[in-house]
């Protein structure tokens, strides 16, 4: 895999079948390692590590419902209360982010309701505050550390 515009963390991979799995801390379980999971990885460490989010705040790839369909969120970090802190889009490094991505976790969030959002590719960041009250959204260059 390639390398990201993240710190350098530590992962542990399983070759099964001669397919790569890495082992994802949050579901505690070996995962596919694709190139859109390989970035996945490193934000869930980059919250953990750099953000000091604990790791039971933190959620991947979950459901949720989007105007009546199903549709799965890559990374959340939560409150202690359960409200929702970030929601994170995740996109495979060959990607790129486009309007059309931040569109997608602009619908995710209608119903999470985030205070922060993060795009990423694992190459280039975004990453904004939404203020509700103004029905406003602001750009940031980094995101906070987490805290209550």
Not at 19 to 40: G, N, S, Y
Not at 61 to 67: A, F, R, T
Not at 72 to 82: I, K, L, W
């Amino acid at each position: 895999m390639e390398k990201l515009n993240f710190p350098t963390y530590q992962f542990r991979f399983k070759n099964t079948e001669n397919k790569m799995a890495v082992f994802d801390i949050v579901r505690k379980k070996f995962v596919m390692l694709t190139p859109e999971e390989w970035v996945r990885q490193h934000v869930v460490c980059f919250l953990r590590e750099q953000k000091k989010y604990p790791l039971q705040l933190i959620n991947v790839e979950k459901q949720l419902k989007v105007n009546d369909l199903s549709k799965r969120y890559d990374v959340v970090g939560f409150y202690p209360d359960g409200r929702i802190n970030l929601v994170v889009e995740c996109k495979a490094p060959s990607v790129k982010i486009t309007q059309t991505t931040f569109d997608q976790i602009a619908r995710y969030n209608l119903s999470l309701q985030a205070d922060f959002l993060m795009v990423t590719n694992g190459l280039e960041h975004y990453f904004c505050q939404l203020d509700y009250e103004n029905k406003k959204y602001h750009f940031l260059t980094d995101i906070p550390e987490f805290s209550l």
